[in-house]
């Protein structure tokens, strides 16, 4: 009974590359969220993605990143062009629907911008 | 502001003892609550959760907590506390939806033997 997977577990960058994170939602989910966990801090709210579709990106940084979720595979963060305060977890989460549905965390991605 | 607050940032206690970990939160109508728990260098297991009804709902692995409303708070409580207790803890609330949450910043558990 396979959870939300997000791969990779780990993720070294240097200043300037590209980082994308993968995730792929439990089985028979359709909503995918991704959140950020800085050091010593709480989860916050980046994206909430549907299949094909952004329903709410309030939380996302308004350069350098994306996220989609296509209709076939996995749902992509992408982080262009990183900086070392991009260094952090990476979350994502997945639930069957959209209220009332508590939310299932992958294990996360740590992102190590060097 | 919209805010969730976990007063203590860590709490010890001996194996087998009773547990409280607190949480209270800013926001005007009764809100989406959630304890969650993460081990280190893993993802976040869900407790339990209060969407509405009882104010006293139970969880996963003996957890309950209860919704005070006039205290705006949603305490976690255990009776009896296992070594394997030992993670963090964190409570996280939607205020307007229940997947936008906003999460406390987190109680490190340690449990002597």
């Known amino acids: ?114 | 502001a919209q805010s969730v607050t976990q007063p203590d940032i860590h709490i010890t206690v001996s194996e087998g003892a009773s547990l409280e970990l607190r949480c209270n939160y800013s926001y005007g109508a009764t809100p989406y609550l959630f304890w969650y728990v993460q081990s280190p260098g893993q993802g976040l297991q869900l407790l339990l959760k209060y969407f509405s009804g009882d104010t006293l709902v139970q969880g996963i692995k003996g957890f309950e907590a209860e919704f005070k409303r006039s205290q705006s708070s949603f305490n976690l409580r255990k009776p009896s506390v296992h070594w394997s207790d030992a993670a963090e803890y964190f409570c996280a609330v939607g205020m307007d939806s229940s997947y936008k949450l906003i999460f406390g910043s987190g109680t490190r558990l340690l449990v002597r033997p």
């Open chain 1, 1 to 114: 009974n396979a959870g939300v997977m997000q791969n990779p577990r780990h993720l070294v960058r240097r200043r300037g590359q590209e980082a994308r994170l993968r995730c792929s939602p439990m089985k028979g989910h359709s909503h995918v969220y991704w959140y950020r966990q800085l050091p010593e801090e709480g989860l916050k709210f980046m994206v909430y993605l549907q299949k094909e579709n952004i329903i709410d990106e309030s939380g996302m940084p308004k350069e350098r990143f994306s996220a989609e979720f296509p209709k076939e595979g996995p749902s992509i963060l992408r982080i262009q062009q990183v900086v070392r305060g991009d260094s952090a977890a990476y979350f994502c989460a997945s639930s069957p629907a959209r209220d009332n549905s508590p939310l299932h965390f992958g294990n996360g991605t740590r992102l190590t911008v060097t």
